[in-house]
């Protein structure tokens, strides 16, 4: 029903200057479940300017847009009439879109509220005036106020357990400024984009935008849980809330907007169904035990730690429309569907002549028609039983043609043609449809997309596609040996090997790879870079410190957070991996041994990580090559080697050895020996999979 959903955090103060902070104005969206990054506007000006923007570029990509705000729509019921003589809400926001001064260092919010008081019986409704300067009418104390005959609260504020009155100007959580100052600009709104735009719950809501009252604190609990350490709550309230909003299943939205009925003091979404929204906002977040293996389990085979990641991981990354020409290698988040069909009507496969088949056996001749069909030049007269006429490849057949004789099996004069039959009806002919239908799923979510995706996507009519973002994955090495390649280095320490490594690794799968540095075996570093890279990356990917040692601080620290998950996997190479979230971060530790980390993000971060890119799961294909080698290996593990493809037979690096770096380099792929004991002679058939299937 809404293709994209807007959460405007508003703010009725002045200027924030440049950098993000809170109590500012932050805009979230989401489509389809997804939250892009929230937005950060330092003043309304700017804000305003910004949504304007937002909803001409949506409408003109013909996407319907709800769009939420964070105050009151209106005002106790009575206040309209006394202040514009009507009961009509949107004469309050015109009368406020009239009155209203603002601009990014000052405003006249406190001094219009006097003047509003002035016209109301007693003193009040508005109180809370927050200038050094005293204001007639306007109370500094909400206990001032007497007989102005106007409800504290609206019915809305009223059911909403903790909801301030929109009378109250200034003090903490006081929201009647922020009504004051947003007013005017929804009212602008309403008057540039016209008939495209409705107001829930005043308007029936068909136009392609709405506008709709919203309170984040409404999910105040998922919100806290969610939050990540030094995250700002405004911006990540509104990527919540948007998310939630954008995951509902349309009937339940609709049951949302449903509710309360038209009253003019307006209605906040989601009010009498938060467990609805509440399970919405939390349905993506991942689960402290989401690394959690079934108890009891000493070593865990690699089938069913894959299968625990399959089961457990959702998508973590947001969505975003990407014109066709820049999707190649990202992931659909939305069905594709045809919208031509392709071809789009009968045409002709080869160059020759069309006419009605089939043709007989035997010499045939046709009198030639004058003119011709050609691609994108089509010939629109109707060709007779017995004529035929000059066609090209790709151009549509005329009516009364549905068959095409090739051109080199004609004889041709100016007046007619000549061919040796039989022919079939339809020969060298396409029809509509053939290859896809309109409306006709063409591409599922999830598929990662190639060069021939963007070649069919085209075919099929379609210019932008709904992707998944680029997944963020921070990469972080750990230990005190660890020096930067390049640098000088003393007794004792070895290059960083893992990180370059790793990075490209990552960069190679499409995501977009964060360079979180190395941390020292010290855990209260390690601890602010993790809150760091909590902060800038959708998934946190360590090497290092992942076992339980005295120095395995990596592993300390999830375990503190309740969520760690040391996975003991029965493979070789392999120490054990530590999973766990960091503020909500995914965090998968390899071991710190570059082949062991390099084996391990194959065999499980490369999965995990296009699960949590928006992809579908990834099945290396492998495949049977003869050996090239002899092994004996014992049971209970399965066993990954350095291998490469020589002479059609998979031979293995010379050594083992889990510290030899230069055999992952000498390899181009893996051989892979099943968890149950196994004696191997040269000629026997191995499973080979090459680098190039983990991609
Ligand atoms: P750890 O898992 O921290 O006990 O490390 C296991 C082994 O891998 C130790 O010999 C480390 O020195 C080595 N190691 C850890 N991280 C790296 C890295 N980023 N590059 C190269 N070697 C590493
Ligand atoms: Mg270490």
Not at 155 to 166: L, P, R
Not at 551 to 577: N, Q, Y
Not at 582 to 602: E, I, Q, S, T
Request: proline share 7%.
């Amino acid at each position: 029903m809404w293709d994209t959903v807007l959460i405007v955090d508003w703010s009725g103060g002045n200027d924030r200057g440049a950098s993000p902070k809170k109590d500012a104005i932050w805009t979230g969206v989401a489509r389809a479940g997804q939250a892009e990054d929230p937005v950060y506007h330092r003043n309304r000006q700017l804000a305003e300017a910004w949504i304007i923007q937002f909803l001409t570029d949506e409408h003109a990509a013909g996407r319907r847009v709800l769009a939420g705000f964070d105050f009151a729509f209106g005002y106790p019921a009575g206040f309209g009439r006394v202040l514009t003589g009507s009961d009509d809400p949107f004469a309050i926001w015109d009368w406020f879109a009239a009155h209203v001064q603002d601009s990014p260092k000052a405003n006249n919010r406190f001094d219009l509220a006097g003047q509003i008081n002035a016209r109301f019986p007693g003193i009040g409704p508005f109180w809370g005036n927050g200038l050094a300067r005293d204001i007639p009418d306007l109370p500094r104390k909400g206990l001032a106020r007497h007989g102005h005959g106007i409800a504290e609260k609206r019915a809305a504020e009223q059911q909403a357990k903790g909801a301030f009155a929109v009378w109250q100007l200034s003090g903490a959580g006081a929201v009647g400024s922020q009504v004051i100052m947003g007013l005017p600009v929804l009212a602008r709104l309403r008057q540039r984009f016209g008939a495209d735009l409705a107001v829930w719950p005043f308007e029936p809501l068909t136009p392609p935008i709405a506008l709709v009252e919203v309170w984040p604190s409404l999910i105040a609990k998922t919100i806290a849980a969610t939050c990540p350490p030094g995250a700002i709550k405004d911006a990540h309230q509104v990527r919540v809330l948007a998310q939630a909003i954008s995951a509902l299943a349309p009937e339940d939205l609709a049951r949302m907007l449903d509710a309360p009925g038209g009253t003019a003091e307006g209605a906040i979404l989601g009010l009498g169904h938060v467990a609805l929204l509440e399970q919405a906002a939390r349905a993506p977040v991942l689960r402290n035990d989401c690394f959690a293996l079934p108890q009891g389990v000493h070593w865990t085979p690699v089938d069913q730690a894959l299968a625990h990641l399959r089961q457990h991981l959702p998508p973590v990354a947001g969505v975003q429309p990407q014109p066709l020409a820049a999707a190649a290698g990202q992931y659909l988040a939305q069905d594709v569907t045809a919208l031509r069909a392709h071809p789009p009507s009968p045409n002709a496969a080869v160059d020759g002549y069309g006419f009605a088949g089939p043709a007989g056996t035997g010499a045939q001749r046709l009198t030639l028609v004058q003119g011709r069909s050609a691609a994108g030049q089509p010939y629109d007269g109707t060709i007779r039983a017995g004529q035929a006429i000059r066609i090209l490849t790709g151009a549509d057949l005329p009516d009364g043609v549905d068959t095409v004789v090739m051109q080199e099996d004609v004889q041709a004069t100016d007046t007619a043609i000549t061919f040796q039959g039989p022919l079939k009806r339809g020969a060298n002919a396409r029809a509509a449809g053939e290859d896809m239908a309109a409306g006709q799923i063409i591409a599922r979510q999830g598929r990662r997309l190639t060069p021939a995706d963007l070649g069919m996507c085209a075919a099929a009519g379609i210019g932008q596609l709904l992707v998944y973002r680029p997944l963020r994955v921070g990469i972080l090495s750990t230990g005190d040996e660890l020096r930067d390649p390049g640098s000088t280095i003393a007794q004792g320490q070895i290059f960083d090997a893992n990180r370059p490594m790793l990075a490209a690794l990552v960069h190679q799968w499409g995501h977009q790879a964060v360079d979180l540095g190395r941390a020292p075996d010290n855990r209260s570093i390690l601890r602010g870079m993790l809150d760091q890279a909590a902060a800038t990356c959708d998934v946190i990917l360590t090497s290092g410190g992942a076992s339980a040692g005295d120095e395995d601080h990596m592993s300390a620290l999830l375990a503190g957070t309740g969520s760690l998950a040391l996975w003991r996997v029965a493979m070789k190479p392999g120490r054990p991996l530590a999973m766990g979230l960091w503020g909500g971060r995914p965090v998968l530790g390899l071991p710190g041994n570059p082949v062991a980390a390099m084996v391990c993000a194959l065999v499980f971060a490369h999965p995990a990580l296009a699960l949590m890119a928006g992809g579908d799961w990834p099945e290396p294909q492998g495949f049977t090559l003869p050996a090239a080698f002899a092994k004996t290996k014992k049971a209970g593990r399965r066993e990954y080697l350095r291998a490469r493809i020589r002479d059609g037979k998979a031979e293995v690096f010379a050594s083992e050895g889990s510290g030899r770096v230069s055999g992952l380099a000498w390899a181009e792929g893996l051989v892979m020996l099943p968890d149950a004991a196994m004696t191997i002679t040269p000629g026997d058939p191995v499973t080979y999979l090459p680098f190039g299937s983990f991609r």
